[in-house]
């Protein structure tokens, strides 16, 4: 079965970087799609990011130019470049894996598989 599980999130001042990182196993060669979610408090989660497997990328308009998604397939490791980092960015961040599907979507339900999120705090 698949697995997802993230690492690389902590507390940051605003102007600063953080890079998550989401080791899968487990993921067959089929076509999919790799994606970041974040839920800040109190609030609904969110799409952040997601690469297809040909590598195109897709980012949240928030996010656009601060945050760069990147995937090793040699690693199987997918990852998340955060700079310029604000406090609206506070949020459990999770990553996620979607098999099929012809279009690199940001909505949840799209999504069949989920680590159980990391912590990034900025303030």
């Known amino acids: 079965d698949v697995q997802l599980v993230e690492s690389g999130g902590g507390s940051v001042q605003p102007g600063g970087s953080l890079r998550l990182s989401c080791a899968i196993s487990?993921?067959?060669?089929?076509?999919?799609?790799l994606a970041w979610f974040r839920q800040p408090p109190g609030k609904e989660r969110e799409g952040v990011a997601v690469?297809?497997?040909?590598?195109?990328?897709r980012y949240a308009n928030s996010v656009k130019g601060r945050f760069t998604i990147s995937k090793d397939n040699a690693k199987n490791t997918l990852y998340l470049q955060m700079d310029s980092l604000k406090p609206e960015d506070t949020a459990m961040y999770y990553c996620?894996?979607?098999?099929?599907?012809?279009?690199?979507?940001?909505?949840?339900?799209?999504?069949?598989?989920w680590g159980q999120g990391t912590q990034v705090t900025v303030s």
């Open positions: 487990g993921r067959s060669n089929e076509n999919y799609f």
């Open positions: 996620a894996l979607r098999t099929g599907g012809c279009l690199p979507t940001m909505m949840m339900t799209d999504y069949n598989y």
């Open positions: 690469i297809a497997d040909d590598g195109t990328t």
